[in-house]
């Protein structure tokens, strides 16, 4: 049954390694936020993407979601040395990846074909797309400045308040090739629970995606990132709490609710179905925490027998 | 004492680690062939400015003459399982040398200016200078075809019969700023004990070098990479049979006649000494195998002896 997930990072990374357990593969799209994307010392990383492949091929570091399990950290603590800045937590194992990825673009292959060679070699069968070929840098407009994602995230560990969030270049960027195909053509249709702002948002900040959504044929259903009034992963409480909405998955249905039919609430969240179907849209609940291999299959079953 | 040295990699390298305890370093001028700089994912490496550099930082991997001491592999290791040729040995906190340096030429440093901050970060005070802010590629021409430096070197381990020797772009290869002003300036110039062809003669090929070295009013010393028929290290010996010279100091000599005053060859070749004179220029013998820190030292100090 043609499948397109929209991803963000680690909790669109997880729901998948339970969705590739209960369907084929081969019928999944990701279609992959890169407004995180950034240079660190030449080298172009995709952190959302990478950690999606290095995840569903068994590789990623699971105290952290990120990076690869038992990585050392020689060549970054050498351009330390260098006198090199060295936030941003690059892996030697992992600068494989980022080295091997730049060589490509820069021999001219477009993200899609890297991202495409990238997960075959690690072993994936499903598809993954960057939103955009075109380069998009998600700009968080805080009381220390204007920061790249990555400066916000990484660096200032989110603790700066927000006021706008800008995403950069997206007003020129073409959805890459094959993605309003894989809206127009899937049957059902997964917002991963993943940030409503700088993950998905980003995604529909790529002219054309956001309207593939609304008109799409297939069932939207969205799982809400948002439970019990935090955020599992992140910044994404204090976004909607910083840009005027309810930090709820109510909050989250707000935003969506142009193009999800289906809004799927952690079972603590039970109380707010009603709200949510009050903005047009079906809920309900499900256990979201992803708290064991199983829980991630039970949820990406629950998931899709909710979506029936 | 205003001294150059023409350099080529871990032999020259070690020469340099006796001169700098026996001269101020702020006197040396170190000339470093380029021709053997290679890409690798990428990268751009300088195998022999970064063996001169990393063994007078105490870093080089004192078995090999090259790489740092206790460097793991790991990114290269990712790298192959990538699909990626692995046969040039780049260690992990290695790479952290060659992302900095293709960093910053792509932010548009010269290949000078980003040697020079390198040795400088590293903590040494003489001068490195490439031949060449422009690519000369060695190529040798063999039995198995037209092979760049490095895969002649380590790919194929100069077990192959090479019938001439390349040096592609030299004719529009200007040198570096600062290295025909130097060899002008220097009170002495060194030829350090380098491969006579692929290091030396690399040098060499960039236009007006050679003339420089020529006009130079310092005296001109080289020292013997050849001592009792074979080479120290690498394909010296090899090359100079194949390309049908005597495989001996007097090899050496015969390329180096026209600009060098005084050939030093070890004392196990002082019988060579007439033959050598008989070229027109001065010949010494001197302790040239450099087994420890000490023979380094005396060296050193034998040479700038010889050369008063």
Same mark, same amino acid.
Do not use: A, C, E, I
């Given at each position: 049954m043609a499948t397109v997930v929209l991803s963000g990072g680690v909790g669109a990374a997880r729901f998948l390694t339970g969705l590739v357990e209960v369907m084929d593969p081969r019928d999944i799209t990701v279609i992959s936020n890169t407004g995180d994307d950034s240079e660190f010392y030449g080298l172009y990383v995709c952190p959302d993407i990478d950690t999606v492949i290095y995840t569903l091929a068994g590789m990623v570091n699971p105290k952290t979601?990120?990076?690869?399990?038992?990585? +050392?950290?020689r060549a970054l603590t050498e351009l330390e040395a260098l006198g090199c800045e060295a936030w941003f937590q690059l892996g030697d194992r992992d600068l494989a990846t980022h080295i091997w990825r730049t060589m490509l673009l820069r021999q001219g292959r477009t993200l899609s074909q890297v991202t495409q060679q990238l997960a075959q070699t690690r072993g994936l069968r499903l598809t993954i797309l960057p939103m955009s070929d075109h380069p998009v840098q998600t700009v968080l407009e805080t009381e220390a400045g204007r920061l790249p994602f990555q400066e916000y995230m990484?660096?200032?560990?989110?603790?700066v308040a927000v006021s706008n969030i800008c995403f950069e270049g997206s007003d020129k960027a073409l959805p890459a090739p094959g993605v309003l195909e894989a809206i127009a053509d899937a049957e059902q249709i997964i917002i991963a629970? +993943?940030?409503?702002?700088?993950s998905i948002g980003t995604i529909l900040s790529v002219p054309g995606i956001r309207k593939a959504l609304e008109n799409a044929p297939g069932k939207v259903a969205a799982i809400s990132p948002i439970v019990g009034g935090n955020a599992?992963?992140?910044p994404a409480a204090r976004l909607l709490c910083e840009l005027g909405r309810p930090v709820s998955p109510l909050g989250v249905a707000q935003l969506y609710h142009?193009?999800?039919d289906l809004m799927i609430v952690d079972e603590a969240d039970s109380a707010l179905l009603p709200h949510i179907k009050a903005l047009g849209m079906e809920a309900a609940s499900a256990q979201?925490?992803?708290?064991?291999p199983q829980a991630k299959v039970t949820l990406a079953k629950q998931v899709l027998e909710l979506m029936k």
């Open positions: 979601g990120w990076g690869l399990v038992g990585d +050392s950290f990484v660096k200032h560990r989110f603790q629970p +993943s940030n409503p702002y700088v599992v992963k992140g142009s193009f999800v979201t925490m992803m708290t064991s």
